[in-house]
């Protein structure tokens, strides 16, 4: 079972980027995703996360800017961030709770982080 992210890079401030991940392996279930970050010097923090049912929670600072979703095959999760600032610039991580068939356990996995810069 791995987490695979994607969509990291170079903007400037105002501006939007979308970030994915994909969990992959032979799964039976896939309970909540979320995405954290971990800025330079700074602790990593829970940015969104997102129940199996759709249910969504938001750390403060992206409120009304960032919006989490999940595909319809509910492996996939999804970060829109717009109005990007310059603290939003952070190495982002994908993490998931999920059931492998191999284990029957619920565990939980992280990806490998994607960078987003947000400089003018």
């Known amino acids: 079972v791995q987490l695979q992210a994607s969509g990291g890079g170079l903007v400037q401030p105002g501006e939007s980027l979308r970030l994915s991940c994909a969990a992959t392996?032979?799964?039976?279930?896939?309970?909540?995703m979320a995405w954290y970050r971990q800025g330079p010097g700074k602790q990593r923090e829970l940015v969104a996360s997102?129940?199996?049912?759709?249910?969504?929670g938001y750390a403060d600072s992206v409120k009304g800017r960032f919006t989490i979703s999940r595909g319809n095959a509910k492996n996939t999760v999804s970060l829109q961030m717009n109005s990007l600032k310059i603290d939003d610039t952070a190495v982002y991580y994908c993490?998931?709770?999920?059931?492998?068939?191999?284990?029957?356990?619920?565990?939980?996995?992280w990806g490998q982080g994607t960078l987003v810069t947000v400089s003018s």
């Open positions: 993490n998931a709770n999920i059931m492998p068939w191999a284990t029957r356990k619920l565990t939980m996995y």
């Open positions: 392996g032979s799964i039976l279930s896939v309970g909540v």
């Open positions: 997102i129940s199996s049912g759709g249910g969504t």
